[in-house]
């Protein structure tokens, strides 16, 4: 149980910190802009280079693992979608914003962090390939489904160079990409350029999770929405189980890749929701409110799940 502790209590008291400055500190959310920029675009894309840039090409190519991976993560955004659907008066703008609050987990900022230091450095590599096919997922899904909903103006083209671009251009994506081809032909950089990519990748969780706790801290819930009630244990409880479960059965996986999945999936709401119902303005406030209670009941949820894998109850394989 200590351990459990000592590997938690770092992680969530960073947020909870970030949580604190912002109520004491009493700026706005506007503020954050350049930290955001910071983690996206440096601190993180170096992490993803630094990690993948020497792991033998062989493990990137896990296609089982992926296709795994993908298809429980689409079929948890499906049965939220169509849950969100009847729910909502059959609004696909509102049902999309749903199945994407159940199924597109915090990957991006606590992922990297939370799985590295639990599961170690060898966690990077399923990380960054969960990352990656998984946003070229969600970012599909939403603007797709917004146009057929109406919500996004514009011929299909459009839309669909947009996606693309989004896709091609997301700095996590061609930071993988770039660690990928460096591992694929054995180069590495000077020493200097190492090390600076080094100190940037440690900078990159503690200011994702404080940066996280400051969000929270300034989108403050008025009230709470009647769909907390299936979506909660959907993101926490269903989205993991059906994880461990479906990756227990494809194949034999490392045991530390199962571990990274189940975890990832168990992950709160990501706050790209938010972004995403405040561009089309579906949903926002209920998108809102639905990361801040996900990531509260996390804390539990996230820490049984770490207690489980760390105390040997939940065996890597179910079907061994």
């Not at 000592?6 to 909870?16: E, Q, S, Y």
């Not at 990748?201 to 989108?219: I, N």
């Not at 949903?283 to 040997?312: D, H, N, P, Q």
Request: aromatic residues 12%; hydrophobic residues 60%; glycine residues 8%.
């Amino acid at each position: 149980m200590y351990e459990i502790l000592t590997l938690i209590l770092p992680l969530f008291g960073l947020i909870v910190i970030g949580f604190i400055t912002a109520r004491i500190s009493k700026r706005s959310i506007d503020e954050m802009g350049w930290l955001n920029v910071f983690i996206i675009y440096v601190a993180l894309p170096a992490l993803f280079f630094k990690l993948l840039s020497t792991t033998p090409v062989e493990e990137l190519a896990s296609w089982g693992f992926i296709g795994t991976n993908i298809g429980v993560t689409f079929a948890v955004f499906l049965l939220t979608f169509a849950i969100g659907f009847v729910a909502s008066g059959r609004r696909v703008g509102d049902a999309t914003v749903q199945g994407l609050a159940g199924a597109y987990g915090n990957i991006g900022y606590m992922g990297p962090a939370l799985a590295i230091l639990a599961f170690g450095e060898q966690a990077a590599v399923p990380v960054a390939l969960i990352f990656c096919f998984e946003n070229v997922l969600h970012f599909v899904n939403a603007p797709a489904l917004m146009a057929i909903s109406g919500e996004k103006k514009g011929n299909p083209a459009t839309v669909a160079l947009g996606i693309l671009r989004g896709i091609a251009f997301h700095p996590f994506i061609i930071a993988t990409a770039v660690g990928v081809g460096a591992a694929f032909i054995g180069v590495a950089p000077p020493a200097p350029i190492e090390n600076l990519i080094a100190y940037l990748a440690q900078a990159a969780a503690p200011c994702a999770l404080f940066a996280m706790g400051v969000t929270l801290a300034l989108r403050p819930l008025r009230r709470v929405p009647a769909e907390l009630g299936y979506l909660v244990p959907i993101k926490l409880i269903v989205h993991p189980a059906a994880m461990y479960f479906a990756l227990s059965y494809a194949g034999n996986f490392d045991s530390v890749w199962v571990f990274t999945a189940v975890l990832l999936a168990a992950l709160p709401t990501a706050t790209n929701v938010f972004v995403i119902a405040q561009q089309y303005q579906v949903w926002v406030e209920r998108a809102s409110a639905t990361i801040l209670m996900t990531s509260i009941f996390s804390v539990f949820t996230v820490s049984a799940l770490l207690y489980g894998i760390k105390s040997g109850a939940m065996p890597p394989d179910l079907f061994p």
